[in-house]
C-alpha cells in the first residue's frame, strides 16, 4: 500500500532531522507539545496510521509485521487517550530531555526501518 510507503518515507525524512540536527528535534518536541492540538493529533494520527497498517497489511511482503505494528499504533493512540493531555505533555517534554543523548542514534535505526517500510510496501504491491 502506498500509505505505508509514504509512512516510511515520512520517517526517513523526520530521521534525518534527528540525525544532523538532535537538540533542533528536542526542541521541537517540547515546542510542538505545547500546542493545543498536540494531545489529539498524536492520537488521530497514531490510530489512523494503525487503521491504514491493519487494512493494507496485506499488500506487503511482511503481513504479519505490518498488522502487528497496526494493532501496537492503535493501542498507543489509546493509551495516550487514557493517559490525558496533561500527562502526554509531560511526558513528551521530560523524554525530549532525557533521550537528546540518543536522538542520533534513535535517528539512524528509525532511517533504516523507515527505507524497509518503503520496501516492503513497494515490493509487495509489486509482487500482488
Same mark, same amino acid.
Given at each position: 500500500?502506498?500509505? /505505508?510507503?509514504? %509512512?516510511?518515507?515520512?520517517?526517513?525524512?523526520?530521521? @534525518? #532531522?534527528?540525525?544532523?540536527?538532535?537538540?533542533?528535534?528536542?526542541?521541537?518536541?517540547?515546542?510542538?507539545?505545547?500546542?493545543?492540538?498536540?494531545?489529539?493529533?498524536?492520537?488521530?494520527?497514531? /490510530?489512523?496510521?494503525?487503521?491504514?497498517?491493519?487494512?493494507?497489511?496485506?499488500?506487503?511482503?511482511?503481513?504479519?509485521? #505490518?498488522?502487528?505494528?497496526?494493532?501496537?499504533?492503535?493501542?498507543?493512540? %489509546?493509551?495516550?487517550?487514557?493517559?490525558?493531555?496533561?500527562?502526554?505533555?509531560?511526558?513528551?517534554?521530560?523524554?525530549?530531555?532525557?533521550?537528546?543523548? /540518543?536522538?542520533?542514534?534513535?535517528?539512524?535505526?528509525?532511517?533504516?526501518?523507515?527505507?524497509?517500510?518503503?520496501? #516492503?510496501? @513497494?515490493?509487495?504491491? @509489486?509482487?500482488?
Amino acid at each position: 500500500m502506498y500509505f /505505508i510507503a509514504a %509512512f516510511g518515507l515520512l520517517m526517513t525524512c523526520l530521521s @534525518i #532531522i534527528m540525525i544532523v540536527k538532535p537538540n533542533y528535534w528536542s526542541d521541537a518536541m517540547v515546542n510542538f507539545s505545547k500546542k493545543p492540538y498536540f494531545h489529539w493529533f498524536e492520537i488521530n494520527t497514531r /490510530i489512523g496510521a494503525g487503521l491504514v497498517f491493519v487494512l493494507f497489511n496485506k499488500s506487503t511482503l511482511y503481513p504479519h509485521l #505490518i498488522l502487528s505494528m497496526g494493532y501496537l499504533l492503535i493501542a498507543v493512540g %489509546f493509551g495516550l487517550l487514557i493517559t490525558g493531555s496533561v500527562k502526554h505533555r509531560k511526558f513528551a517534554v521530560w523524554s525530549a530531555d532525557k533521550f537528546k543523548s /540518543i536522538f542520533r542514534l534513535a535517528g539512524i535505526g528509525s532511517f533504516i526501518f523507515g527505507l524497509f517500510l518503503i520496501y #516492503i510496501s @513497494i515490493i509487495g504491491v @509489486i509482487s500482488n
